[in-house]
C-alpha cells in the first residue's frame, strides 16, 4: 500500500493561512493524492485531490511537488470551524481510502 | 448534509448479540463503503458494494457481513458482538466504482456500544 507521512498535530491562529504537510515518497505515477477530513463527531469529509497539477476549490488548495513525492493543503483563512482531523491519502484504482492517523489541526480564536 | 443517512444513531447492546446498521446513499450514488472507527485502530475500510455486488473486502471479521439491495441501500449485519466491537460505524456512497476521481460522501455514523 502507498503510504503517506503526516504531522501527528499543528495549531494556527484564526483568520492565519495554515500549511498542512503531507510525504508521500513511494508514489506511483497512477496515484491521486486525496485530502479529506473529520470535524469532531462528525463523519470524514471530502476537501480535495489532484494528481499532478496544484488545485483550487472552495474550501482549500492543493499544492503538489514537482517530483511528486509530498504535497500541502493550503487553508487559506483558517476559522474554527476548520479545526479537525486532516487526512492525507493516496488513491488509484479501486482501491479503498486507507486512513492514517491524520494532522490534528487546532485553530486558536 | 452529505446526503448519506445511518440508522440508528446510537445501539447499545450486550456481547454475543447480533445488530443491523442501515445506510441510505446520496441519490443515484451506486458504491457504498463501510469504515469501523475505534480509538484505538483509527478509521478502517470494512467492505464496499457496487449496485448491488461486493467489489472489495478490508479488515472485515467473519462475524461481520453486509448486503446492498436493488434499491442500492446496504446494511452491515454484526453478529456474536464482543466489546471491542463498540466503535463508530460509518457508511459512505460515491457515484461510480473506480476510486481515484472518486469523493466519498460520509454519513454520520452509528455509535455501537456493546456491554
Known amino acids: 500500500d502507498a503510504k503517506t507521512t503526516q504531522p501527528n498535530s499543528m495549531e494556527s491562529n484564526e483568520e492565519e493561512p495554515v500549511h498542512l504537510p503531507c510525504n508521500h515518497s513511494?508514489?506511483?505515477?497512477?496515484?491521486?493524492i486525496h485530502w479529506y477530513r473529520q470535524l469532531p463527531s462528525q463523519g470524514p469529509e471530502y476537501v480535495i485531490h489532484?494528481?499532478?497539477s496544484n488545485v483550487n476549490n472552495r474550501m482549500a488548495s492543493l499544492a503538489i511537488a514537482e517530483d511528486r513525492k509530498s504535497s500541502t493543503l493550503i487553508l487559506h483563512r483558517a476559522t474554527l470551524r476548520d479545526a479537525a482531523v486532516y487526512y492525507c491519502?493516496?488513491?488509484?484504482?479501486?482501491?479503498?481510502?486507507?486512513f492514517g492517523k491524520g494532522t490534528r489541526l487546532s485553530v486558536i480564536a | 448534509d452529505s446526503g448519506v443517512t445511518q440508522t440508528p444513531k446510537h445501539l447499545i447492546t450486550a456481547t454475543g448479540q447480533r445488530v443491523t446498521l442501515r445506510c441510505s446513499p446520496r441519490?443515484?450514488?451506486?458504491?457504498v463503503y463501510w469504515y469501523q472507527q475505534s480509538l484505538d485502530q483509527g478509521l478502517q475500510f470494512l467492505i464496499q458494494?457496487?449496485?448491488?455486488?461486493?467489489?472489495a473486502k478490508g479488515n472485515i471479521l467473519e462475524r461481520f457481513s453486509a448486503q446492498q439491495f436493488p434499491d442500492l441501500h446496504s446494511e452491515l449485519n454484526l453478529s456474536s458482538l464482543e466489546l471491542g466491537d463498540s466503535a463508530l460505524y460509518f457508511c459512505?456512497?460515491?457515484?461510480?466504482?473506480?476510486?481515484?476521481?472518486?469523493?466519498?460522501?460520509f454519513g454520520p455514523g452509528t455509535r455501537l456500544t456493546v456491554l
Open positions: 459512505a456512497s460515491s457515484p461510480r466504482l473506480e476510486g481515484w476521481y472518486n469523493e466519498q460522501f
Open positions: 513511494t508514489i506511483s505515477g497512477t496515484d491521486y
Open positions: 489532484g494528481l499532478t
Open positions: 491519502i493516496l488513491l488509484s484504482g479501486n482501491t479503498p481510502l486507507v
Open positions: 441519490s443515484g450514488d451506486l458504491s
Open positions: 458494494y457496487y449496485n448491488g455486488e461486493e467489489r
